[in-house]
């Protein structure tokens, strides 16, 4: 395998957001409960999407948060249950400038130069900008199983606003994992090796949501490995206590965190560079 074809990597915030403190470190308690309970929240935390360069194109991981989440929550969640539940469960903010195409143009990199996009999960604060990769024609990659959430039964109980996602004639790519002979990866359950050349690979990490992915990066020239986890983490200090959130299905988080560490294990220097990480471009560097 080799991992020469990445250079740069860059994260970027998309706004930020502010959540309940069980949804960080969860101690097992029902989602419902501290969702209409808590009274506290975290400090913002930023909503961070990752730029990298490869010799066949620029990729983009994650988009970040729409600005009509931030702006104007009140018609951008459903209404009724599931729109008490977001309001109880998070509070966004996305001042300008820190919109996905002004951050990629600040970065050098406009939207339109992308060769594509994966995202880690369908979550409102993940895929929330894939309409402008539409606008662009830029293909999204996402797992089979988080793609079929879309047209499910209830997305909105997964956390999924199939309603914008679906308008957003967006050219869906899913990807389905497929065994894999390298020795690093043989505690996951597949792999998705993006340009064939082992630098940019997706990797199945469910719990957070079914089809939740991680992608790792091989960035060659001695520079540590990175794994980008989206929402399987949100502190990766937390990892090695397999503390997860209470969103999601706890016991499937836990054995995806087992697989990360043992990730760890085979890949030394790899950092773990999580969706609402403060540390996270520091970690990336
Ligand atoms: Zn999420």
Not at 4 to 19: F, M, P
């Amino acid at each position: 395998m080799t991992s020469g074809g990445v250079g740069r990597v860059t994260v970027l915030s998309i706004g930020e957001v502010r959540l309940r403190p069980h949804n960080i470190a969860g101690s097992g308690t029902p989602m419902l409960w501290w969702t209409f309970t808590s009274r506290r929240w975290t400090e913002p935390l930023p909503v961070n999407v990752v730029l990298i360069e490869h010799d066949q194109g620029w990729v983009l991981w994650d988009t970040g948060q729409a600005p009509e989440s931030a702006d104007a929550p009140r018609t951008y969640f459903p209404r009724g249950f599931v729109g008490a539940v977001y309001a109880r469960q998070v509070d966004s903010t996305l001042t300008p400038g820190q919109g996905l195409g002004e951050q990629l143009e600040l970065a050098g990199v406009p939207l339109e130069r992308l060769a594509l996009a994966a995202v880690s999960h369908l979550h409102y604060d993940h895929a929330g900008n894939v309409g402008e990769l539409a606008a662009a024609g830029i293909p999204v990659l996402v797992s089979e199983a988080e793609h079929a959430l879309l047209t499910g039964r209830s997305p909105h109980m997964h956390g999924v606003l199939a309603e914008h996602l679906l308008a957003a004639g967006v050219r869906w790519r899913p990807v389905s994992f497929a065994p894999s002979d390298d020795p690093a990866l043989t505690d996951f359950d597949g792999a998705y090796d993006i340009f064939g050349d082992g630098a940019l690979t997706l990797l199945p990490t469910p719990g957070h949501t079914t089809g939740s992915m991680s992608l790792l990066v091989r960035r060659g020239g001695g520079r540590d490995p990175l794994l980008l986890v989206g929402d399987a983490t949100y502190d990766p200090s937390l990892i090695d206590r397999g503390v997860v959130p209470d969103v999601g299905d706890r016991k499937r988080q836990r054995e995806t965190l087992r697989r990360v560490v043992a990730l760890r294990d085979r890949l030394p220097g790899l950092r773990v560079i999580a969706g609402h990480d403060p540390r996270a471009a520091e970690s990336a560097a």
